[in-house]
């Protein structure tokens, strides 16, 4: 007897960030990648002890009863140096052999101690072409593959976060391709940003602002402990409603400023401006982020769902993935990697 049903596999994407560890399984069904299942883990007390160990990720993966041989993941921060550079047009052989000589050129690391990929993005003008660098720390790599073998865990694909999250974005939404469009993942250290003209991305950095700084400013300026900070940032209406704001939008204005830097220097090399911005990640639950960064850069700020592109599994209850659906940008990103 044949066997026509070839297995469908599900792809699981794993997510490591400072603040909680994301899950995403899916599974490609032929009409809309089914979400099977997913986790958001809070890592205690901010350490990461336990993820180097693997205990968390374990059972993260536990708790919600999957236990995957493979997995696509992410690098992002001071793990991964993203360069987008202009040399003349060769083909992809003849890019690889001269990225031997030239990448060191373009990274501020020395080349041994790295891992190279590139990709060849467009023509440019007069006989150039645009090329994408990623540098990815060797030690750090290595690092992550030793630790997930000895969970029994093969790393599939190893993307850079921004550009996962863009993946899942662009995997259910059209992207203007006439001007700019920003991207931004704010986590809990730190904010993703990648700009992008439709489908191609022109720019990426990451701002070493996130959720942290907000609520380090809270205990600074209140006088009271990390603990106590973070409840008050994330509560509705306190009485210190006012000082939390002020203490909020201090940090706030540092991340426009950054993010002010980040588009003026794509506008000025693609001549044209930046004319909406897609938020996702935790830090955007808290309450009046998205309207005060809206207003403190003059440019349209959404807020988009990286759940709404796919069909949840029934067996997930709808409002409580609601609650940290824009956490999961990166996860499924990986996961629709396939
Ligand atoms: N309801 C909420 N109100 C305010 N802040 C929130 C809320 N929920 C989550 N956050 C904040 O979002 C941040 C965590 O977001 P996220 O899980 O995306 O971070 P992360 O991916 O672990 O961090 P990073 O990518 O920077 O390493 C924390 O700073 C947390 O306090
Ligand atoms: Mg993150």
Excluded at 171 to 191: C, I, M, R, Y
Excluded at 224 to 247: C, H, M, P, T, Y
Excluded at 261 to 290: A, D, P, R, W
Excluded at 304 to 318: D, F, L, Q
Aim: glycine share 8%.
């Amino acid at each position: 007897m044949f066997t026509l049903n070839k297995r469908l596999k599900e792809v699981v994407g794993l997510d490591i960030g400072s603040y909680s560890i994301k899950i995403a399984s899916i599974l490609k069904e032929p009409d809309k990648p089914l979400l099977t299942a997913y986790n958001v883990k809070q890592i205690p007390s901010y350490g990461g002890q336990a993820v180097k160990e693997g205990k968390l990720i374990k059972e993260a993966f536990s708790e919600v009863g999957i236990n995957p041989s493979e997995v696509n993941i992410s690098l992002s921060g001071s793990n991964v140096i993203v360069r987008f550079i202009s040399l003349p047009k060769m083909t992809k052989d003849q890019l690889e052999n001269a990225m031997i000589f030239e990448a060191e050129r373009y990274i501020p690391f020395n080349i041994n101690e790295v891992i190279l990929d590139f990709i060849i993005i467009d023509d440019a003008e007069e006989g150039q072409m645009n090329v994408l660098l990623a540098a990815a720390k060797r030690d750090f790599v290595q690092a992550r593959i030793e630790l997930f073998q000895k969970l029994g865990i093969n790393i599939n694909i190893i993307d850079v976060s921004a550009f996962a999250a863009f993946n899942a974005f662009t995997s259910f939404n059209p992207v203007p391709g006439d001007k700019g469009t920003a991207f931004l993942d704010l986590g809990h250290s730190e904010t993703n940003v990648l700009v992008t003209t439709g489908n191609i991305p022109r720019f990426m950095r990451v701002i070493q602002i996130g959720g942290d700084d907000i609520t380090r400013a809270i205990a600074e300026d209140m006088g009271i402990d990390r603990q106590a900070a973070e409840e008050l940032r994330v509560s509705d209406g306190s009485e210190n409603r006012e000082k939390v704001d002020r203490s909020v939008f201090a940090v706030l204005d540092e991340l426009a400023e950054e993010m002010r830097l980040s588009f003026g220097y794509f506008e000025n090399k693609h001549n044209t401006t930046v004319s909406n911005v897609y938020c996702s990640g935790g830090m955007i639950s808290q309450k009046g982020l998205v309207e005060y960064l809206q207003e403190k850069m003059g440019t349209g700020f959404n807020v988009w769902n990286p759940v709404s592109g796919v069909n949840v599994s029934e067996s997930i209850p709808g409002e409580t993935i609601d609650a940290v659906s824009a956490q999961l940008a990166v996860s499924i990103g990986l996961a629709l990697r396939g």
